[in-house]
């Protein structure tokens, strides 16, 4: 079996994981053919980094440095759980040219990356389907982290350029442009002018 197996279908990247971190890819984790296309968009931008903001069992990063390898790919998640499901599966996949970081969001500075992939990571906050309870949850979180995601996004270089998927506008600063969008919307393009 080729690693391009994984890659094939949603169903075919799981069975890297195990039968708990498969229950929640329906609401929690990207699909497949979406990482791929937003990977797509953010390595046509000028700089390799791209992060990866609450990147669960890692299928954006994955995906995209499977597809991307001339590219740096970065995944923060605050589950330790998921990271080390992630590090296992990559153990199969042996990509070299992706990394998973346990840590909270607002540990990290966003100007040490190029460009950022965001599936609506802090609205696990206000929702009443989660992933588990292994997190903290409040809506001042939501908020806080929502702020702090605008404030360091205004600070980014002209050429940035955000993916998001099933994401509220309001953490997108009114500096970037909206580019393109696919997926019935879901998926959402910008970059900054």
Do not use: W
């Amino acid at each position: 079996m080729t690693i391009n197996h994984y890659f094939s279908s949603d169903q075919q990247f799981l069975s890297l994981f195990s039968e708990k971190n498969k229950k929640a890819n329906r609401i929690h984790y990207t699909p497949v053919a979406v990482a791929k296309k937003a990977a797509e968009f953010l390595c046509g931008g000028v700089g390799h980094k791209i992060l990866d903001i609450g990147s669960g069992i890692g299928k954006f990063c994955l995906t995209a440095a499977h597809y991307y390898p001339a590219f740096t790919f970065y995944g923060i998640e605050q589950r330790d759980d998921l990271i080390a499901a992630t590090l296992k599966a990559n153990e199969t996949l042996q990509l070299s040219n992706v990394f998973f970081e346990h840590k909270n969001f607002d540990k990290i500075k966003l100007k040490d990356y190029h460009h950022f992939y965001f599936f609506n990571s802090f609205h696990e906050n206000i929702e009443e389907d989660k992933l588990d309870y292994n997190v903290s949850f409040s809506e001042n979180l939501y908020h806080y982290y929502n702020a702090n995601i605008h404030k360091q996004l205004s600070t980014m270089p002209k050429g940035t350029r955000i993916a998001t998927f099933f994401t509220l506008e309001d953490i997108i600063p009114a500096t970037y442009i909206l580019i393109e969008s696919h997926f019935d919307e879901g998926l959402k393009f910008y970059e900054k002018i």
